[in-house]
């Protein structure tokens, strides 16, 4: 199969996000090993599932939400830039809490329990200190909360009449909030490669493209 077949792109996909979470979620052990043992360990967790027919995907929206917020706040339509960056940091904050709590031991209700319950921003300060992670720096959890609100005053729209003056700051501070957002991305993208999965996306990508052929 051609790399430039969209097939190929497909299964690469597939694969990458298997194998990320098999490592996030503690089924596979990368420490010490080579990507040789790695590869051979994840094809092996693939045979399983194909004896056994038990097939389930979990769809990741992840790149599609930050290509529509770029897109908006291109177009200076900073509203529904950051309800898109927002949703973005509610599905990355949410992933943490699946896969860490599943390598924590706990059962997917309970998981699923503590997505529903906890706000954003609790789950921010509070999820790594449950999962004996990482705290995650106070000013990306500042500029999380930032964004939170504003994408919440935007879809509970209240149809207020406002100062002139505060709608000019309130564009204001749209303005340096989507300045700050992308760094917040970059540094919990880099924390998800790094603290939860243990291993960077190069590394995952060596793996997959491994061949078990002697130089």
Not at 19 to 36: A, F, H, P, R, Y
Not at 149 to 164: D, I, Q, T
Request: contains cysteine; charged residues 30%; aromatic residues 10%.
């Amino acid at each position: 199969m051609s790399r430039l077949d969209p097939g190929f792109k497909f299964i690469r996909s597939f694969i990458s996000g298997y194998l990320e979470v098999l490592i996030s979620t503690g089924l596979i052990d990368i420490n010490g090993k080579t990507n040789q043992q790695i590869h051979d360990e994840m094809l092996l967790k693939l045979k399983d599932i194909v004896q056994k027919k038990e097939y389930f995907v979990s769809l990741d929206y992840s790149n599609d939400l930050i290509k529509e917020a770029r897109k908006y706040n291109r177009k200076q339509k900073y509203e529904m830039s950051q309800l898109f960056y927002a949703t973005w940091f509610e599905h990355w904050i949410n992933k943490v809490i699946y896969t860490s709590g599943l390598k924590k031991g706990l059962s997917e209700k309970d998981i699923i329990t503590l997505i529903r319950e906890l706000k954003v921003q609790t789950k921010y300060t509070v999820i790594p200190k449950m999962m004996d992670i990482e705290p995650i720096d106070s000013v990306i959890c500042k500029t999380i909360s930032l964004v939170s609100e504003s994408r919440n005053a935007f879809v509970h729209y209240k149809h207020v009449p406002k100062n002139v003056n505060e709608v000019a700051i309130d564009r204001e501070k749209s303005l340096k909030t989507v300045s700050d957002v992308e760094k917040a991305v970059a540094y919990l993208s880099g924390y998800y490669a790094k603290k939860i999965n243990g291993i960077t996306y190069k590394r995952i990508r060596e793996i997959i493209e491994y061949e078990n052929t002697k130089t």
